[in-house]
């Protein structure tokens, strides 16, 4: 499956972007499952999860409050909707994907997906 994540881009402390994955080809049994950043210089890190349904979601303990992800499984795509954005959000953005069931309730490993997207960056400005 490919994914690609669009949406990225420069803002201002406070404010808000919108990211989109959308996968393509033959998935079989995978989908996309959730967000990842990784810094300048840092390790990939879970931002974000959401079950198959889209019903149950799980998020990196940086972020609750400020993100939330979403899924249309019609368009095979997943969301992430970024608000009070930080200094410290700046980073390249991957979303994943895995052929396994996730329960949306636990952190994701990077080491434990299948599927990754090219990234979008995301600059946020003091």
């Known amino acids: 499956v490919q994914l690609q994540a669009s949406g990225g881009g420069l803002v201002q402390v406070g404010g808000s972007l919108r990211l989109s994955c959308a996968a393509s080809?033959?998935?079989?049994?995978?989908?996309?499952v959730g967000w990842f950043r990784q810094a300048p210089g840092k390790e990939r890190v879970f931002v974000a999860g959401i079950n198959r349904s889209g019903v149950r979601k799980y998020y990196g303990d940086s972020v609750k409050g400020r993100f939330s992800i979403s899924r249309d499984n019609a368009k095979n795509a997943l969301y992430l909707q970024m608000n009070s954005l930080e200094p410290e959000d700046t980073a390249v953005y991957y979303c994943?994907?895995?052929?396994?069931?996730?329960?949306?309730?636990?952190?994701?490993?990077?080491?434990?997906?299948?599927?990754w997207g090219k990234g979008t960056l995301v600059t946020v400005s003091s």
């Open positions: 994943a994907a895995v052929s396994r069931a996730y329960g949306g309730n636990h952190l994701l490993s990077p080491e434990g997906m299948d599927y």
């Open positions: 080809g033959r998935s079989g049994s995978s989908y996309p």
